[in-house]
């Protein structure tokens, strides 16, 4: 069993900075990418930064600039700092991520997918 803790959510002015982290614990044999998705009142859940286990980055438009995505120096952490926060980043964040779960004794593994349960982020103007 892999789990996603996520922390650092709250409640900011515009322009303000918050940092979220996730950190990864269980049992798996590595961790593909992690990323941070985000899914505000009446809208889809959409990307907003990803990680790659070679430190590749992916981030959504709205955030390319302002937000920085990272990993922690045991590599079961992700970071995800927020600069010039807007309103419309309001949404509660999840961390998502991607584990290679050993499946037999031979040590074969599969993909295994888990999201953490989210944090939220108010930006008040």
């Known amino acids: 069993q892999v789990q996603l803790m996520e922390s650092g959510g709250g409640s900011v002015h515009t322009g303000g900075s918050l940092t979220l982290s996730c950190t990864a614990s269980g049992s798996f044999k590595s961790i593909n990418f992690m990323g941070w998705y985000r899914q505000a009142p009446g809208k889809e859940r959409e990307l907003v930064a990803l990680?790659?286990?070679?430190?590749?980055?992916r981030y959504a438009d709205s955030s390319k600039g302002r937000f920085t995505i990272s990993r922690g120096n045991t590599k079961n952490t992700a970071h995800l700092q927020m600069h010039s926060l807007k309103p419309e980043d309001t949404a509660i964040y999840y961390c998502?991520?991607?584990?290679?779960?050993?499946?037999?004794?031979?040590?074969?593994?599969?993909?295994?997918?888990?999201w953490g349960k989210g944090t939220l982020v108010t930006v008040s103007s």
């Open positions: 998502n991520a991607e584990f290679q779960i050993v499946v037999n004794v031979e040590g074969a593994t599969a993909r295994r997918n888990s």
């Open positions: 990680i790659t286990a070679d430190d590749d980055t």
